[in-house]
């Protein structure tokens, strides 16, 4: 069977999108394991693209505690789990506070 130009590309672009589903929900745990437990309902790890990690937490506050207490905790933490799992670790976290729709 001929692949078309088509095929070939709906199959690279499907597998680019499970490549970077898989690398979200790694990211996410990785976030969940280096943030300290009281934050992590109030931030979540979005996307990891070009070693930039998007990070949404909730409040002003929370964003504020986080850079000021915690920076350097969670990137030691954040680059030692990156190391483990053989990915290169972030060298930015940028921060977004989301807006709640209440």
Known sequence: MARTLKDLLSRQVLKKLRKSAVVIEAVTEMWESAVPERFRGHSKAVGYRKRVLDVAVDSQAVLAELRSFHGQEIDARL?????????????????????SSR
Request: glycine share 4%; charged share 40%; net charge positive.
């Open 79 to 99: 680059k030692e789990q990156f190391a483990e799992r053989g990915m290169a670790p972030p060298v930015r976290i940028r921060y977004a506070v989301e807006k």
